[in-house]
T-cell receptor, first 112, second 116 residues
Framework: EAQVTQNPRYLITVTGKKLTVTCSQN?????MSWYRQDPGLGLRQIYY???????DKGDVPEGYKVSRKEKRNFPLILESPSPNQTSLYFC???????????FGSGTRLTVV | GENVEQHPSTLSVQEGDSAVIKCTYS??????FPWYKQELGKGPQLIID?????GEKKDQRIAVTLNKTAKHFSLHITETQPEDSAVYFC???????????????FGKGTKLTVNP
């Protein structure tokens, strides 16, 4: 089944403790992206990647890092999480610049 | 950069009625406009999209219209059913940066409730 898989689905952590949210797609998509979803603010792009080793900032990149060492994987790294990063995170992938995105099921992160 | 406005933020209709959600965008270079449906506890799912060289597209009970001159596009759902209840997002994609990087900008969403 074609899908984008995120892990974990739920995560509660403490301020300052480094964490990684993994994202993997099995559709051989070139384009991948991370979004955060907050009430009243909709979906905001954090980072995206056009291909292996090619990444670029989105609208809200502060406090986040990404890497794209393999085509299928696009992990999101929070080196020192803070409470304002409590949010619902989605990974998405697309086969081309003009194609629609396939989203993962989301990761609900709480930073206390 | 691109800015997408979506209205209304909430919409309640009776089963069988039609629902219309409207979006406006700011960047005239935007050339692709997808719509996503997000059910509770799930990620957004692409339901229909339209490109800038087309004015209207229909898929069963769902249709999307695009007015490039006015820079607005709309989602129309006819004969609504309770399973249509969800949050709907519009989006606009264009080539924003000098390097040709593309960017998908979303509206803030419309919560549609279809009452039986």
């Amino acid at each position: 089944e074609a899908q984008v898989t995120q892990n974990p689905r739920y995560l509660i952590t403490v301020t300052g403790k480094k964490l990684t949210v993994t994202c993997s797609q099995n559709m051989n998509h070139e384009y991948m992206s991370w979004y955060r979803q907050d009430p009243g603010l909709g979906l905001r792009q954090i980072y995206y990647s056009m291909n292996v080793e090619v990444t670029d900032k989105g609208d809200v990149p502060e406090g986040y890092k990404v890497s794209r060492k393999e085509k299928r994987n696009f992990p999101l790294i929070l080196e020192s999480p803070s409470p304002n990063q409590t949010s619902l995170y989605f990974c998405a992938s697309s086969f081309s610049r003009g194609g629609g995105y396939t989203f993962g099921s989301g990761t609900r992160l709480t930073v206390v | 950069g691109e800015n997408v406005e979506q209205h209304p933020s909430t919409l309640s209709v009776q089963e069988g009625d039609s629902a219309v959600i409207k979006c406006t965008y700011s960047d005239s270079a935007s050339n692709y406009f997808p719509w996503y449906k997000q059910e509770l506890g799930k990620g957004p799912q692409l339901i229909i999209d339209i490109r800038s060289n087309v004015g209207e597209k229909k898929d069963q009970r769902i249709a999307v219209t695009l007015n490039k001159t006015a820079k607005h596009f709309s989602l129309h759902i006819t004969e609504t059913q309770p399973e249509d209840s969800a949050v709907y997002f519009c989006a606009a994609r264009g080539f924003i940066t000098q390097g040709g990087s593309e960017k998908l900008v979303f509206g803030k969403g419309t919560k549609l409730t279809v009452n039986p």
